[in-house]
């Protein structure tokens, strides 16, 4: 889901190491060893486990909160949340969201500081 400040993935099931373990990196269990192995084959996919490393870079290096990783219960769901770099869109549409009907950016909140990784729906 994208919302203006935000994009939200989210896929069913638990993950298969604990939320710890992402955050620390250097951990992979995929849950389907024949697609990883394809895409080892096509050089488009890594093992190591460093996947949530790489946006915490990105997040960082745009100055934005590190990516928010949650499991969720009653269904069970893993959900990220980014933020997005919002500054300088007031007026604009933004794209992919529905062209000429897509959400018009009206105001937009300066960034948080000291809040952490909390995020709402």
């Known amino acids: 889901m994208r919302k203006p400040d935000r994009i939200i993935a989210s896929n069913p099931g638990t993950l298969r190491i604990?939320?710890?373990?992402v955050e620390a990196g250097g951990v992979s269990d995929p849950r389907n060893g024949t697609l990883l192995s394809m895409f080892s084959l096509l050089n488009i996919g890594e093992r190591t486990g460093n996947g949530y490393d790489t946006l915490r870079e990105g997040t960082y290096s745009a100055g934005k909160p590190d990516p928010?990783?949650?499991?969720?219960w009653e269904p069970d769901r893993v959900r990220l949340t980014l933020e997005l770099e919002t500054s300088g869109l007031a007026g604009f549409r933004?794209?992919?969201?529905?062209?000429?009907?897509?959400?018009?950016?009206?105001?937009?909140?300066?960034?948080?500081?000291?809040?952490?990784?909390?995020?709402?729906?």
């Open 18 to 21: 604990s939320i710890g373990e």
């Open 68 to 72: 928010l990783l949650e499991e969720l």
């Open 94 to 121: 933004l794209p992919g969201m529905g062209g000429e009907s897509s959400p018009l950016v009206t105001e937009v909140e300066p960034p948080r500081v000291g809040q952490g990784n909390k995020t709402s729906d």
